[in-house]
């Protein structure tokens, strides 16, 4: 566990260090869970609830305009990942599966949600694959982007992330000391060669300078060790939407996930990068409002 405490010290540093005040465009509050407290927005009305959380180093804020699309038809809950946004680790947390689905459903249980739709992306969504093995009766549906099977993530990292992110301790202090670069090269690379990562970029390098997280090392640590027979068991309805022109996955095949997952439906996005979410909310909001036989008015 040094290296959950490595990032527990580097991330509380440069929450204690930052000297801005963070201006959050959208209500945010804290809730308790297992694994720690978390940054959670939630609209508060007592129709079907979609949980999602940003991909970082995407935070809250990027999803505005999805949630303004959403909220007149739904309860959508948004809330950071801990170790990344404004979710501050504890020492204890490794970014385990099991971890991850405990934020996931100490969410729910914090704020009184008895089943929820899980929109999740990328590594998060095996967080939600998990939830949805732990507790399928409170998971009514899966909407996954840009989530393949756990070997193709596990190959996915040893191409894209720096090796020696992979080394326990160095990795997170390399992560954290060169967070902000590794950010805007990471929207450079995620997103179509047509859209101005400074769109998505500047939102997330702000929340990098006024204390935000970005734990990439320990996520890509914990989760080569994960085994992908505990996904398995996903028996709830399964929707995986897949950005064709995210560059960092030219590699991965977007049906990979259907080995583990026959029942998955996969949707591609030809015109989309990394994000499907925040890229064309109009489109992705369709699709999951559609699962309830809704649609945008």
Request: neutral net charge.
């Given at each position: ?256 996930l259907v080995e583990w997952v026959p029942h998955a439906n996969v949707v591609e996005f030809a015109d989309c990068g990394h994000f499907p979410d925040i890229e064309h909310p109009s489109r992705f ?13």
């Amino acid at each position: 566990m040094i290296s959950a405490y490595a990032d527990f010290l580097l991330t509380h540093l440069s929450a204690s260090v930052s000297k801005r005040k963070v201006d959050h465009a959208l209500p945010t509050r804290r809730v308790d869970t297992p694994v720690g407290s978390v940054r959670v927005y939630d609209s508060g009305s007592a129709m079907a609830a979609v949980i999602m959380v940003p991909d970082g180093p995407n935070v809250i804020e990027h999803y505005a305009g999805l949630i303004k699309l959403l909220s007149p038809q739904m309860r959508v809950v948004c809330f950071d990942m801990p170790g990344f946004g404004h979710s501050l680790p504890k020492q204890s947390y490794g970014h385990k599966l099991d971890q991850g689905a405990q934020a996931v459903l100490g969410v729910m249980d914090s704020l009184g949600i008895d089943n929820a739709t899980l929109a999740f992306s990328c590594a998060n969504g095996f967080y939600a694959l998990r939830a949805a093995t732990l507790a399928p009766q409170r998971i009514t549906h899966l909407l996954l982007s840009q989530t393949p099977s756990l070997e193709a993530m596990h190959a996915w990292a040893q191409h894209t992330i720096p090796s020696l992110f992979s080394v326990p301790v160095l990795g997170q202090l390399l992560a954290w000391l060169f967070r902000k670069k590794v950010a805007s090269r990471w929207y450079r690379k995620a997103l179509p060669r047509s859209t101005d990562p400074r769109l998505f970029g500047d939102m997330g390098i702000e929340a990098l300078s006024n204390g935000g997280c970005f734990c990439l090392a320990s996520v890509v640590q914990a989760l080569v060790h994960e085994k992908a027979e505990v996904l398995t068991d996903v028996r709830v309805p399964c929707t995986v939407i897949w950005g064709m022109q995210d560059a960092s996955h030219l590699r991965t095949d977007p049906s990979s996930l259907v080995e583990w997952v026959p029942h998955a439906n996969v949707v591609e996005f030809a015109d989309c990068g990394h994000f499907p979410d925040i890229e064309h909310p109009s489109r992705f909001a369709e699709i999951l409002l559609g699962m309830g036989g809704a649609s945008i008015t």
